[in-house]
């Protein structure tokens, strides 16, 4: 019972926390103000959290685990590419989209003054989503005869640009445009020349080693 109760805390600190980050755009959170929201002390925060850090990584930990779980198995679906990174990238808007206060995390709003390594943190988020992608791309060339229009690096570096833009536009318009807007006929656009067959060289110096 005891632990039932105390997992049900913590779940709480971090939903008010995650609550605050969306009803106080821009704003830095403090301890005493998350424990005002929370109805407890600071103490009592500090019972289940050690530091303030640990309950933001508390929440990218959320993210992570709620994000990869579905974005391994879209990587591993037997479609093509195009149709992998567009749901493994539609599946991170949609989930910022839900989630207005964890997309200040993602986008490294809310970190301002904070411990070094929660944006370390959020570095390695990318990473391992920038990993999944390359690897859907590496696969396009076994499953479908088809590669990158340019190296594998680049083209990744571009759709995380794309969508790390749109999730800077969410959070710098306080969550009034939606990070979906214009998704749907935005992703045609981008996945146009997203593949090319083997042999064919679009003059971009695609044929070189990727």
């Given at each position: 019972?005891?632990?039932?109760?105390?997992?049900?805390?913590?779940?709480?600190?971090l939903q008010s926390l995650a609550q605050m980050l969306e009803t106080q755009?821009?704003?830095?959170?403090t301890t005493a103000a998350l424990a005002r929201e929370v109805g407890v002390s600071?103490?009592?925060?500090?019972?289940?959290?050690?530091?303030?850090?640990r309950m933001f990584e508390g929440l990218i930990q959320f993210i992570e685990d709620t994000l990869f779980?579905?974005?391994?198995?879209?990587?591993?679906?037997?479609?093509?590419?195009?149709?992998?990174?567009?749901?493994?990238?539609s599946l991170l808007l949609t989930f910022c989209d839900r989630n207005p206060g964890m997309t200040r995390l993602l986008t490294g709003d809310a970190l301002n003054g904070e411990n070094d390594r929660l944006r370390e943190r959020i570095g390695q988020f990318y990473a391992r989503l920038e990993?999944?992608?390359?690897?859907?791309?590496r696969e396009a060339q076994i499953r479908e005869n088809l590669k990158p229009s340019i190296s594998t690096a680049a083209l990744t570096s571009l759709l995380l640009a794309a969508?790390?833009?749109?999730l800077a536009q969410f959070v710098r318009s306080e969550f009034k445009q939606s990070p979906?807007?214009?998704?749907?006929?935005?992703?045609?656009?981008?996945?146009?020349h997203l593949m090319m067959p083997f042999g064919v060289d679009d003059g971009f110096g695609s044929n070189a080693p990727i």
């Open positions: 019972m005891e632990t039932t109760t105390k997992i049900s805390r913590k779940d709480n600190i755009p821009g704003a830095r959170i600071e103490a009592a925060l500090y019972r289940h959290f050690p530091s303030k850090a779980a579905r974005i391994a198995r879209f990587a591993a679906d037997e479609g093509t590419a195009e149709t992998r990174i567009h749901n493994i990238l990993s999944q992608i390359k690897q859907v791309l969508v790390e833009g749109r979906l807007e214009h998704w749907d006929i935005q992703w045609p656009y981008l996945s146009a």
